[in-house]
């Protein structure tokens, strides 16, 4: 069963430029979390999707959208690059199925390394 | 938001046990997750603690206080190939399955 797949795994951009990340959950997988991993700060929670819709939301600014797509298949979009939004963006699936016991497991992605110069 | 906290690094040798500690605020709290990440490489999934005590899944053992707001993850007969960052997560009772809160990290190194 293939993993967590994310593209792509490493870009450099340039302050002001956007940047969109694609992720593609395991499959049977509908929840997919994006997260950001800095040194300084860890992995931090920017935004979950399941079923196409926006169940959650971590606290980064505006600039930071994501959206999901009736494959489960997920996009990040990353406009007006700043040099702090050099970090490694994580992508992770889960399983949800009622009746199912649920660990709650993520699955990650090898992440997509941004730097912005 | 949660305040998890876990110690930033930690030395042992091979065969050794280690124990690394995790608190974290009850206000809100559903379950503990532990992860490992080696270097370069994704998270994966250790443990998951919802209820009070141990569960032990082979070298590795995580056990939870819900009402002290602690966890610790304790390492057994050391190998080399542990040495990884661990990560301490919180599921809080008012998210969804996808979002957790992460601890900073315990970078453990393993010495020969």
């Known amino acids: 069963k293939a993993g967590v797949t994310q593209t792509p795994r490493y870009l450099i951009k340039t302050r002001g430029q956007q940047v969109t990340l694609s992720c593609s959950p395991i499959?049977?997988?509908?929840?997919v979390s994006w997260y950001q991993q800095t040194p300084g700060q860890g992995l931090q929670f920017l935004f979950e999707?399941?079923?196409?819709?926006?169940?959650n939301k971590g606290n980064f600014p505006g600039r930071f959208s994501g959206r999901q797509f009736s494959n489960s298949r997920s996009e990040m979009n990353v406009s007006t690059l700043e040099l702090g939004d050099s970090a490694l963006y994580l992508c992770?699936?889960?399983?949800?199925?009622?009746?199912?016991?649920?660990?709650?497991?993520?699955?990650f992605g090898e992440g997509s390394r941004l730097t912005v110069l | 938001g949660q305040n998890i906290d876990q110690p930033t690094e930690m030395t042992a040798t091979e065969g050794a046990i280690v124990q690394i500690n995790c608190t974290y605020q009850t206000s809100g709290f559903n379950g503990l997750f532990w992860y490992q990440q080696h270097a370069g490489e994704a998270p994966t999934f250790l443990s998951y603690n919802v209820l009070d005590g141990l569960e032990e899944k082979g070298r590795f053992s995580s056990f939870l206080s819900r009402s002290k707001g602690y966890s610790y993850l304790l390492l057994k007969e050391l190998q080399m190939k542990d040495s990884a960052s661990y990560l301490c997560a919180v599921f809080m009772t008012t998210d969804s399955w996808g979002k957790l809160q992460f601890g900073a990290g315990t970078q453990v190194v393993v010495t020969p």
């Open positions: 499959s049977g997988h509908r929840s």
């Open positions: 999707y399941f079923s196409e819709t926006q169940r």
């Open positions: 992770a699936s889960s399983l949800e199925n009622s009746g199912t016991p649920n660990t709650g497991e993520l699955f």
